[in-house]
């Protein structure tokens, strides 16, 4: 059987990935989830993984060394898919020295034990990977509308979390070069479904949406993102890992860019769509909600990934088109509103206590 040791499970991509990795492959791999449990880790979004006997959940910080060699040593680890990082620009741009010692220490000691525990005297041990999952903000800001970013556009990061994601891709990137240690980068798009944390765009303008509350548009709206359905993120991380070219980086996206103001535009009549006439919040669900507020500091105005070698060489490609993807997402939050109660109440922060004293 193989292990996975992923890293940031209890966060919103990282519990994607697991639940589409327990569909995929059942009871045949093992996958031990270490999470320092975070504003943005939460392990309600693992509930209906928690009880597997193939699930192990570890309460630990990358950052420390000790913490993560003891796991290293406790169990033969196949496969590393780090996920774990400090993920939203408006904190980094508040609050940058936890983003450096997550994403740039945090991944260095990730590589540090990896690298210590497969390491043999000729190289390491056959089959062992370790997956970098990284950002399309590493590449900065495209200005012209014909331009993408390719795997070999420069490197030129612009917020305090794209500096750190940038530098912690530089350190594994020299892992490669310099011990040949086995790893792969990948740098995605905005991604978007359930279990995010509702101070990312689409989750805040659903949340809002359906509670009436004002709308905030940075700017004048017109940034552009290129959106990915989480699901088909997570099934480009394992195909990566499983048939890409170790040392290679892959961009993933989605061909799917949209200008924010469009993906409001598209909440607002999807929501509108969704909610039966006999439903009281159907009344206040339409654009009067928009509200125009400051910029953000060095707001990045477009991204938008080629994701032809993905394609060429793992055959991989986008699935989910933007028109499902967010009626599933928008139907997933209808249905889990406690989530979002808990969330925004902070109240899913006690359970781990409640879960696990
Ligand atoms: P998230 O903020 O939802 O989750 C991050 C997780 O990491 C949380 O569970 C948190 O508790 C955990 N964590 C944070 N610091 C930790 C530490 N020191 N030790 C252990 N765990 C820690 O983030 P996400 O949106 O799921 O992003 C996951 C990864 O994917 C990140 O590396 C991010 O840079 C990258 N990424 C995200 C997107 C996106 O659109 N969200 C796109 C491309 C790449
Ligand atoms: O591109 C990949 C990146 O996408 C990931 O690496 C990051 O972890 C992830 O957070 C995301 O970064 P963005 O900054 O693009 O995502 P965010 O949801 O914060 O913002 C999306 C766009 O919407 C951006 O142009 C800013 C704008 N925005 C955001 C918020 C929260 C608003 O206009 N209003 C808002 O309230």
Do not use: D
């Given at each position: 059987m193989r292990t996975y040791l992923v890293t940031g499970g209890a966060g919103f991509i990282g519990s994607n990935y697991i639940q589409y990795m327990f569909q995929k492959y059942h009871n045949d791999i093992h996958i031990i989830n270490i999470d320092a449990l975070t504003y943005a880790g939460n392990l309600e979004n693992l509930k209906d993984v928690?009880?597997?006997?193939?699930y192990t959940f570890i309460k630990a910080d990358i950052c420390d060394r000790e913490a993560i060699s003891a796991i290293f040593a406790k169990y033969d680890i196949d496969r590393v898919v780090h996920f774990a990082a400090e993920s939203h620009v408006d904190r980094s741009i508040k609050n940058p020295e936890v983003f450096v010692q997550t994403n740039v220490l945090g991944t260095l000691v990730m590589l540090n034990c990896a690298k210590a525990a497969w390491e043999t005297e000729d190289g390491f041990q056959a089959g062992k990977k370790f997956l970098h999952v990284s950002t399309d903000e590493v590449y900065g800001s495209l200005e012209k509308e014909d331009e993408y970013f390719y795997e070999t556009t420069p490197y030129d990061p612009h917020s305090p979390y794209s500096a750190s994601k940038a530098s912690s891709d530089m350190i594994v990137k020299s892992y490669i070069d310099?011990?040949?240690?086995p790893a792969n980068i990948t740098n995605c798009s905005n991604n978007y479904g359930p279990y995010q944390f509702p101070e990312k765009l689409i989750p805040l303008i659903i949340n809002n949406t359906l509670q009436g509350k004002k709308l905030p548009v940075y700017g004048d709206g017109k940034n552009v993102r290129d959106w990915l359905y989480v699901e088909d993120h997570a099934k480009a991380i394992d195909m990566v890992q499983e048939l890409g070219t170790i040392g290679q980086t892959y961009n993933i996206g989605g061909h799917n860019e949209k200008q924010n103001i469009e993906i409001i535009h598209i909440i607002i009549d999807t929501i509108h769509d969704m909610l039966s006439d006999s439903d009281p919040r159907k009344a206040h669900v339409n654009t009067d909600l928009i509200t125009y507020v400051a910029d953000r500091k060095g707001h990045d105005r477009r991204y938008a990934i080629a994701p032809d070698k993905i394609k060429a060489e793992?055959?991989?490609?986008?699935?989910?088109m933007f028109a499902e993807g967010i009626r599933k997402t928008i139907k997933w939050y209808f249905e889990h509103e406690d989530w979002m109660k808990n969330v925004t109440s902070g109240d899913y922060q006690k359970y781990y206590e409640e879960m696990y004293r």
């Open positions: 928690a009880n597997r006997e193939n310099t011990f040949k240690f793992i055959g991989w490609q986008p699935e989910t």
